[in-house]
């Protein structure tokens, strides 16, 4: 696979690398209560928002092949796990997947692919961890119950739910899944590096619908003279002109 997030990768493990993180070990098989459809949790219910209040709420997904930016599956925590946190508070989940390389094939079905792993977000349903997606937006918050922190919701059981649900499909090798609730992390710099990841595939997106593209009357040609192996999708389709 050509190279299109991993520079974006290494720079948000580079914001990363100064702040402490604890790894969390994960079962091999998520014994948390799956809700099944959707974990509805009413505002009565709630301890708290992860990204409630108008603080920062990041969600990402990039896709590598590269073992060395993704060498296994783990969870990391930066920040406080779910027990500890009284009051809504900053959050950030961003899911590094390695994938095979000859799952991704080629043309539309590269983007297809792309899409089919961020869209994973939306088939994960902890019990009392309700997500609240916003593309507008592009913010991701978490609701959390009480009851489930009382029965001891963390984010082990989440992210075990998360490493499961990447896994369902057959070309995933491997899911560095991050959570952050700090609150003195850099997110708006966070939040610009997974737009740039998001408009990558935008621009993927943009190279097979088959247009005739004129590169240097293109929103996106920033994105594609700076990315590794964006050049090589362009002139794969032969729609070019410089």
Not at 14 to 29: M, W
Not at 60 to 65: D, F, H, N, V
Not at 106 to 120: D, F
Not at 153 to 181: C, D, K, S, Y
Request: charged share 25%; with cysteine.
């Amino acid at each position: 696979m050509m190279k299109l997030y991993d520079d974006v990768i290494k720079e948000i493990s580079a914001l990363l690398s100064p702040y402490p993180c604890r790894k969390i070990a994960a079962a091999p098989k998520c014994s948390w209560k799956d809700a099944g459809g959707g974990s509805l949790v009413l505002r009565g219910d709630m301890a708290y928002e992860l990204g409630g209040s108008g603080l920062p709420a990041v969600g990402g997904t990039l896709l590598t092949t590269e073992s060395s930016l993704v060498p296994e599956d783990e969870i990391l925590l930066y920040g406080k796990d779910l027990g500890r946190i009284q009051r809504d508070t900053a959050y950030a989940r961003l899911a590094f997947v390695r994938v095979r390389e000859d799952c991704l094939g080629e043309g539309n079905a590269l983007y297809e692919e792309i899409r089919r792993m961020e869209y994973t977000r939306y088939h994960v349903f902890p019990e009392g961890f309700m997500m609240r997606i916003s593309a507008a937006s592009e913010r991701e918050m978490v609701r959390v119950s009480r009851a489930a922190l009382v029965r001891g919701l963390n984010f082990q059981a989440a992210g075990e739910m998360f490493l499961e649900a990447f896994h369902r499909n057959p070309g995933t090798e491997a899911v560095r899944l991050i959570f952050m609730t700090l609150p003195d992390f850099p997110y708006r710099e966070l939040e610009g590096l997974v737009k740039r990841s998001q408009q990558i595939t935008k621009a993927i997106d943009h190279i097979f619908k088959n247009l005739t593209m004129d590169c240097k009357a293109c929103s996106l040609k920033q994105i594609c003279d700076e990315v590794e192996g964006m050049k090589e999708l362009h002139f794969g389709t032969g729609n070019i002109r410089n």
